[in-house]
């Protein structure tokens, strides 16, 4: 069983804090990996909020290639950041070579495209370049997205936290929004790819349980979007769900439920929205998804969402101090990077629930 979590606050933060987020939870992970994905970023990334930052790990002839490729295609580096790994023996991580942070500006005939453009080519991009590197063995490429960056890696959270001196908080690594992992995916073979959060086009979640309707799920996923590739994980179906019925059908959040576990028929013949009730069965059934879990997701727009499998089986508590709000698996994370918060305040979701932060940090619930 895995643990999860996400930290959205006014003022940006290190992402020490994530690390003190999960690391209470440690008897529900493994310490095989460690992953988060920072949105609205802050410190060394300020200036530089409108640009696509492409976040990989490498290979020195990965990096060559990368560089290749985004300059054949009118990408300009405007900003690079490469963190200083820290070597010293004895760490538990299966460090690559080289990890870059790089900011691009767009091809100059996409600068005054619409933002639905910019999307396209950014997805386009990052499909790219993955190929490229899977094809060479070389590296690998997980987001390519303004204001967002992505940093996975395989070993101990803690020696990955000194390997890339995340304890230190110097100012270079802030955000106002992060969601964090520390367990690889070890249901299948151990690869980055596989390690949650998982992202696409701004959207990123991360799952606590199983799907056990993955096959069903991703044959019919792979026919909806390009986009929709790797499935190194069953957790993977939940955000191309998530992408599908927000991004691509443009249906408000609450229906992400419906969608996942929607209701018994017989429940909702007595509903005023029988009808669209209906249609999401019968259209969207391979959709569903079954097994105990929990989802935490961060959508483009700052909002961060959770919710259930229908049962209830998997844990998620939400809590803030009206500065900050986090969301965790078990409340002993809510404990140690929230202290003086009121726990009567706490929202522990039930099965038929999404609970919402919005960018305002209203904490809403929606009843499905």
């Not at 003190?20 to 008897?27: T, V």
């Not at 453009?117 to 590197?133: F, G, I, P, Q, V």
């Not at 063995?137 to 959270?157: A, H």
Request: hydrophobic share 35%; net charge neutral.
């Amino acid at each position: 069983m895995c643990r999860i979590g996400a930290i959205k606050s006014k003022a940006a933060f290190h992402p020490s804090q994530a690390l003190h987020l999960m690391l209470p939870q440690q008897e529900g992970h493994d310490n095989s990996g460690f992953a988060m994905i920072m949105q609205d970023l802050d410190g060394v990334f300020a200036k530089h909020k409108d640009k696509p930052l492409l976040s990989l790990a490498c290979t020195q002839k990965g990096a060559s290639l990368v560089e290749q490729y985004m300059e054949t295609n009118n990408f300009t580096p405007v900003f690079e950041w490469i963190p200083r790994g820290n070597r010293q023996p004895g760490l538990d991580i299966k460090a690559m070579p080289y990890y870059i942070f790089r900011a691009y500006d767009y091809p100059e005939y996409y600068r005054d495209g619409s933002q639905e453009a910019k999307a396209e080519l950014l997805l386009d991009t990052r499909l790219a370049l993955r190929a490229l590197l899977d094809k060479e063995e070389q590296g690998y490429v997980y987001s390519f997205w303004p204001d967002v960056l992505t940093l996975k890696e395989i070993g101990d959270p803690r020696d990955i936290a000194v390997y890339f001196r995340l304890w230190d908080n110097n100012g270079e690594m802030k955000a106002k929004n992060v969601v964090v992992q520390c367990r690889q995916n070890t249901n299948y073979d151990i690869v980055r790819y596989a390690a949650h959060p998982f992202f696409i086009q701004g959207y990123t979640l991360c799952a606590n349980g199983e799907n056990t309707f993955f096959t069903k799920n991703k044959e019919y996923q792979k026919s909806l979007h390009r986009g929709y590739i790797g499935f190194e994980s069953d957790s993977q179906n939940f955000l191309y769900t998530l992408h599908y019925v927000l991004n691509i059908l443009k249906w408000p959040i609450k229906y992400y439920k419906h969608v996942i576990t929607p209701l018994p028929f017989d429940e909702i013949q007595q509903r005023p929205d029988k009808q669209e009730l209906t249609a999401i069965r019968q259209s969207l059934g391979h959709l569903e998804i079954n097994g105990p879990n929990t989802v935490i997701a961060m959508l483009p727009d700052g909002r961060m969402m959770t919710c259930c499998d229908s049962k209830k089986l998997r844990p998620v508590v939400v809590g803030g101090d009206g500065t900050t709000i986090a969301i965790s698996s078990e409340v002993c994370g809510l404990n140690q990077i929230l202290p003086h918060r009121n726990p009567e305040f706490d929202v522990y979701p039930n099965e038929r629930e999404v609970v919402v932060i919005t960018p305002e940090m209203e904490v809403q619930r929606w009843k499905q």
